[in-house]
Nanobody, 124 residues
Framework: QLQLVESGGGLVQPGGSLRLSCVASGVTLDYYAIGWFRQAPGEEREGVSC????????YYANSVKGRFTISRDNAKKTVYLQMNNLKPEDTAVYYC?????????????????WGKGTLVTVSS
């Protein structure tokens, strides 16, 4: 069974940057699409980004396009989310999740495995 652990969250000022990591264990990551999701207090969970199993295709929510970059290193079983120019509205718990279905099919939809999340707080 695939297990995912996020790290890299913390407190950052508006305009700052953070890089989140999602490390997989249990099985190879090579066949899984990985998505990043977030949930702010009192809000529904939303999709942030998705990367295909090969890393060749990426998808972003409009709210983060141009500021966030998703990438992966399958040899290290790690997926990254580089977040630049952070805004207070980016404050949320960020989760990584995986599935065998491609990102190209409703990438914000159902995922099979989830991490427990890492908190990102953007505040001055």
């Amino acid at each position: 069974q695939l297990q995912l652990v996020e790290s890299g969250g913390g407190l950052v000022q508006p305009g700052g940057s953070l890089r989140l990591s999602c490390v997989a264990s249990g099985v190879t990551l090579d066949y899984y699409a990985i998505g990043w999701f977030r949930q702010a207090p009192g809000e529904e969970r939303e999709g942030v980004s998705c990367i295909s199993s090969s890393g060749g295709s990426t998808y972003y929510a409009n709210s983060v396009k141009g500021r966030f970059t998703i990438s992966r290193d399958n040899a290290k079983k790690t997926v990254y989310l580089q977040m630049n120019n952070l805004k207070p509205e980016d404050t949320a718990v960020y989760y990584c999740a995986s599935r065998l279905r491609s990102c190209s099919v409703d990438w914000t939809g159902r995922m099979d495995y989830w991490g427990k999340g890492t908190l990102v707080t953007v505040s001055s």
